[in-house]
């Protein structure tokens, strides 16, 4: 599929009048249901990686590419971080910042295209992308302009959600049918599916070293099943005490992780997880 094919179905999915496009998965306090679990554990790996990096300049400028709500950026702009969000598609730009001045927080929410980026070299300290890149055939365009925007000593994170069939949530597809019985779940407006690579992180990293990146690494990343009468864009949220119940259960299992692997909980094996993660600093 095109990326010009791709860029309209994002377009046409932020523009439907959807309830569900206002949701926010960021919190400042603890997370309420799995989607806030998720993205606050995206938040604490990446800053573990940006404190464990050598080359990692340390600075404060993010951007956040095909930001969507742009979740993971409030927990930057929270942060204390000079936050910047970018999408192609305007409809979405305007809920990002209905989002953020709703929760005071501050972001440069811009409209963009992600082959071309409105920003000057070297103009940000990190730059990522949440479910971005496996939505198009030739990530190099995407990745080429990523790495130019960075700093000298800049972190790119490219978080991957590719089109697994045999990943964690092969065990638990039994678990979301049954619940497709009890809930009907009919969006307002039907959604395209969209494309999706089944590529792996072998697809990135010969990318990223010839953009000039060091201290590349990978890791499968979000180890944990999604649990819901519909786990298609948008993740729709079950009633608050079965999203209370199944958050304190994955709380226990990642501090469980944790200690038997003395790393950060939602790293694991590529293949294993739900995503991947590539990442290296900008020599």
Known sequence: MSATSTESQFKQSWSANNAENLYTHWTPGEPANQIQLAFRNHWTLFQQLLQ?????????????????????SAYFANGGYDATVLDISESVIDIAKQIF???????????????????????????FSIGLFEH??????????QVRILDKGGMFFAYVVPHYTENVQKEFAWINDVLKGYVQHQPQTPKQALYRSDADSSAYLPLMERYGLTEIQHSGVYPLPMISHSIDFPFSLMPEPSEAA??????????????????????????????????????
């Open 52 to 72: 464990q990096s050598s080359g990692f300049n340390g600075g404060k400028r993010s951007l956040e590419v095909g930001c969507g709500r742009g979740s993971l």
């Open 101 to 127: 001045a709703r929760n005071q927080l501050a972001v440069n929410a811009v409209v963009g295209d992600a082959r071309a980026l409105p920003f000057a070299d070297g103009s940000f300290d990190t730059v």
């Open 136 to 145: 198009f055939e030739d990530p190099e365009p995407f990745l080429a302009e």
């Open 246 to 283: 199944i958050v304190a259960h994955f709380n226990q299992q990642l501090a469980e992780r944790a200690q038997v692997t003395g790393k950060h909980p939602w790293l694991c094996d590529e293949g294993f997880g739900q995503a991947y993660l590539v990442w290296g600093v900008k020599g």
